[in-house]
Antibody
Framework: EVQLVESGGGLVQPGGSLRLSCAAS????????MHWVRQAPGRGLEWVSR????????TYADSVKGRFTISRDNAKNTLYLQMSSLRAEDTAVYYC??????????????????WGQGTLVTVSS | DIQMTQSPSSLSASVGDRVTITCRAS??????LNWYQHKPGKAPKVLIY???SLQSGVPSRFSGSGSGTDFTLTISSLQPEDFATYYC?????????FGPGTKVEIK
């Protein structure tokens, strides 16, 4: 059974740091790209970051660039999101998601197919 | 960044109704468009990928269509478990973007 379990959320003061983890099981974690996506209270889904399968390529939303770092430990089947210089607007439930590669007639199509339940990060003094 | 819009932002419908949600991209995303269902406290669930392909295990009452900038998600006969928020999401660019969501409520 595919499982993604996020942890590490909590209450942090503005300007502080936090590291989120996403423990993967039930699939070959090292073969998959992964995403972090967040949802602020009362708001919609917002993509945060993506990492390729070996960790050599990362991409970030402008809203977190320079403050957040995505990484992974394939030996531990774990994805991370290091968050620093946190702001009130970073308050959200953070989800990790696996990227599935579907072979189409015209080529490969990548999309997030499986998501964890999320972990809540609250930035407040 | 590619901006996504959805309409309506919310709708009220009855069990058995046909429901249509539209999504528009600020530039062409070809068919790099996915639809997700999200319920409070739950993980988002993919329904449709590549604009019109039904995700394995998703009921056939869900369907998607469109290409370029205009897309549609249709629920042919709304069921009690379908009351949720629905998001479109483009994966054409390296930075993903989601639509603002459409909340489907019980009439």
């Amino acid at each position: 059974e595919v499982q993604l379990v996020e942890s590490g959320g909590g209450l942090v003061q503005p300007g502080g740091s936090l590291r989120l983890s996403c423990a993967a099981s039930g699939f070959s974690f090292s073969s998959y790209w992964m995403h972090w996506v967040r949802q602020a209270p009362g708001r919609g889904l917002e993509w945060v970051s993506r990492i390729n399968s070996d960790g050599s390529t990362t991409t970030y939303a402008d809203s977190v660039k320079g403050r957040f770092t995505i990484s992974r430990d394939n030996a531990k089947n774990t994805l991370y999101l290091q968050m620093s210089s946190l702001r009130a607007e970073d308050t959200a439930v953070y989800y990790c998601a696996r990227v599935w590669v579907q072979q189409m007639v015209w080529g490969n199509y990548r999309y997030p197919d499986f998501w964890g339940q999320g972990t809540l990060v609250t930035v407040s003094s | 960044d590619i901006q996504m819009t959805q309409s309506p932002s919310s709708l009220s419908a009855s069990v058995g109704d046909r429901v249509t949600i539209t999504c528009r991209a600020s530039q062409s995303v070809s068919t790099y468009l996915n639809w997700y269902q999200h319920k409070p406290g739950k993980a988002p669930k993919v329904l449709i990928y590549a604009a019109s392909s039904l995700q394995s295990g998703v009921p056939s009452r869900f369907s998607g269509s469109g290409s370029g900038t205009d897309f549609t998600l249709t629920i042919s006969s709304l069921q009690p478990e379908d009351f949720a928020t629905y998001y479109c999401q483009q994966s054409y660019s390296t930075t993903l973007t989601f639509g603002p969501g459409t909340k489907v409520e019980i009439k």
